[in-house]
């Protein structure tokens, strides 16, 4: 498949392992402007797919149409060959769509350890009445913030916690949905730079030692370049390369693409 110019798309998800995440033709236009264009995609299952371009390229949109907070005005989205394009956020999130943002999502005064028990009893969905008793679920809460080094911060509120305290935190609250696919749009945006390895640890040890398939958009591509089996380039809301990242940054069209900005 070819995006656009001479740039390499090489999308070889459907030949090296079933498509889990297929978007075909996906596009957002709101009033005149195109936010996102024909963007083509076969995200394979336990793959790490990385979003990197410059700012306004359409990564956050991209995730907004993935996740469903917005709906594509062309083309379509299916998980495991069902259709996801009109269904609405809680629905793709009950089907395995998990998503952090950029800006956090964190209640200041509640614990840790209560911000996973409340995602726990939250999952079950319907009336509050129906949910069990906190204890219920104790040994849930300590076994995920175990798996995310959160488990001696259990009783810190969120507003005690470093900014990448916070990251992981917040990856702890979606891996209470197991979802299938990890959405995480710029995990580590206000992160300081001592704690960037650990975050990164955390994220490359949910991807290849629990298997979990994780689409990120990140600007730091040190970071990415050793996660990421593809990377894929936004540019002007299309996407302008799909490749290894060997491959991406000696495309010469990417180069091109961020001059002055760096890659
Ligand atoms: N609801 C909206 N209405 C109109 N324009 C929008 C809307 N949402 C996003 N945009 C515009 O779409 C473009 C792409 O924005 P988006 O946030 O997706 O880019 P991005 O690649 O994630 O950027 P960044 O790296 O800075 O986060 C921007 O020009 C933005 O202003």
């Known amino acids: 498949m070819t995006a656009s110019g001479t740039a390499t798309v090489r999308d070889e998800g459907a030949r090296v392992a079933a498509p889990v995440l297929r978007l075909a033709g996906v596009g957002w236009r709101v009033g005149g402007a195109a936010i996102v264009e024909d963007v083509t995609v076969d995200v394979r299952e336990g793959e790490f797919l ?8 359409g990564k956050t949109s991209l995730f907004n149409l993935i996740s469903g907070i917005v709906r594509p005005t062309s083309g379509s989205l299916t998980l495991d060959g069902t259709d996801l394009t009109d269904l609405p956020v809680h629905t793709r999130a009950r089907r395995g769509i998990g998503r952090t943002f950029q800006t956090s999502s964190l209640w200041p005064r509640m614990t840790v350890a ?3 028990r409340l995602a726990a009893q939250a999952r079950q969905g319907g009336s509050h009445r129906l949910w069990r008793r906190a204890s219920a679920y104790a040994t849930e809460v300590t076994g995920v913030l175990e798996r995310t ?14 900014h990448g305290e916070k990251r992981k935190l917040e990856l702890a ?8 696919i990890m959405l995480l749009d710029e995990p580590m945006a206000g992160v300081s730079a001592e704690e960037v390895p650990a975050l990164t640890e955390l994220i490359r040890t949910l991807h290849v030692d629990e298997g979990r398939t994780v689409l990120m958009v990140e600007h730091h591509m040190d970071v990415l370049l050793g996660l990421a089996d593809r990377l894929a380039v936004m540019h002007h809301g299309r996407l ?10 000696a495309d010469p069209v990417v180069q091109q693409a961020y001059l002055g900005e760096g890659l």
């Open 50 to 57: 990385a979003f990197i371009g410059p700012n306004g390229a």
């Open 114 to 116: 209560e911000h996973v």
């Open 149 to 162: 080094g959160l488990g001696h911060r259990a009783g810190a509120s969120a507003a005690e916690l470093s």
């Open 173 to 180: 609250v979606l891996l209470v949905g197991e979802p299938r």
């Open 240 to 249: 302008l390369a799909l490749d290894t990242p060997g491959a991406v940054t």
